[in-house]
């Protein structure tokens, strides 16, 4: 498929969701299309919060358990829904309904995990994500989201194990890259994490997803400073506020002749 429910940008997300709609178009009883349309749907709202992309989640969700409501990826596709929402309880019991249909499922698994992360069960949320990397362990997102969740327990030695392994299965992906730059900044290492966005992956990309999606453009030394102010709008998936945002982070603190000429 275009996507297949692990991490991916902006722009991945759209086409998956142009992608499963022609699926859909084509044969309208096609149920697993109909499950990854309405998840990329909510992984899209998620990043990018829009009424219609809601609406498009929780439709397709819809047709895909008029059409089979006992699959086990129907409830992981209204769990998903539930969960980009706002309802982390509801999210949490169509998942645990999945896993009782398919308890070894990778992605229900992860995403359960993912349901107890923002409902504070950290300790569920690391243990779910580390069975679905056993489960899966070619698949960089679940090892990824265990070390960030192992960053938020003050773990940061266990966090770069974790985001080493996502790194090693997905080469330059930015949002792995950036997560490597937060561990070394949570334990004050400044340089090390510009070193991170230099060093692990195409340097543009790591600057304008850091800028983009943690406002870390004040992180950044001046070198990557300029790489990111020589980016346009379609870096930031065409999204001109994001993208003004972001420049605005780097300009600030640089209160120099130099800033100026930037801007």
Same mark, same amino acid.
Request: net charge positive; proline share 6%; no cysteine.
């Given at each position: ?9 902006? !722009? ?13 178009? =084509? ?24 009424? %219609? ?15 089979? !409501? ?11 829904? +539930? ?16 896993? +009782? ?17 923002? #409902?504070?069960?950290? /300790? ?7 069975? *679905?990397?056993?489960? /899966? ?9 265990? $070390? ?8 940061? /030695? ?6 080493? +392994?996502?790194?090693?299965? *997905? ?10 730059? #937060? =561990?070394?900044?949570? #334990? ?21 997803? *850091?800028?983009?999606?943690? $406002? ?13 102010? $020589?980016?346009?709008?379609? %870096? ?7 993208? %003004?945002?972001?420049? *605005?982070?780097? #300009? ?5 002749? %130099? ?5």
């Amino acid at each position: 498929g275009a996507w297949d429910g692990g991490a991916a940008d902006l !722009p991945a997300l759209r086409r998956a969701m142009a992608d499963y709609s022609e699926a859909v178009r =084509i044969d309208p009883r096609f149920v697993r299309a109909w499950v990854q349309l309405s998840r990329a749907a909510s992984f899209l709202h998620a990043n990018v919060p829009d009424d %219609a992309l809601a609406a498009r989640s929780r439709e397709a969700a819809a047709r895909a358990r008029a059409l089979a !409501p006992g699959r086990a990826d129907v409830h992981l596709a209204l769990g998903d829904h +539930r969960l980009v929402t706002g309802d982390a309880p509801g999210a949490r019991d169509e998942f645990a309904a999945g896993l +009782r249909a398919a308890p070894d499922d990778p992605a229900l698994v992860t995403e359960a995990a993912r349901a107890a992360r923002v #409902l504070g069960r950290w /300790d569920d949320a690391a243990r779910g994500f580390r069975r *679905a990397a056993e489960l /899966d362990p070619r698949v960089a997102l679940h090892p990824a989201r265990l $070390g960030m969740v192992l960053l938020y327990q003050h773990r940061p /030695d266990e966090a770069a194990r974790a985001v080493d +392994r996502a790194i090693a299965l *997905a080469p330059g992906n930015p949002g792995y890259v950036h997560q490597r730059a #937060l =561990i070394a900044l949570s #334990l004050g290492r400044l340089a090390e994490a510009r070193r991170a966005l230099d060093a692990l992956g195409d340097r543009t990309r790591n600057v304008a997803y *850091a800028s983009n999606y943690w $406002g870390a453009g004040w992180m950044l030394d001046d070198a990557q400073a300029t790489t990111l102010l $020589g980016l346009g709008p379609e %870096a930031f998936d065409g999204d001109r506020g994001r993208w %003004a945002l972001a420049r *605005a982070l780097v #300009l600030a603190p640089r209160r120099d002749p %130099a800033a100026t000429a930037w801007a």
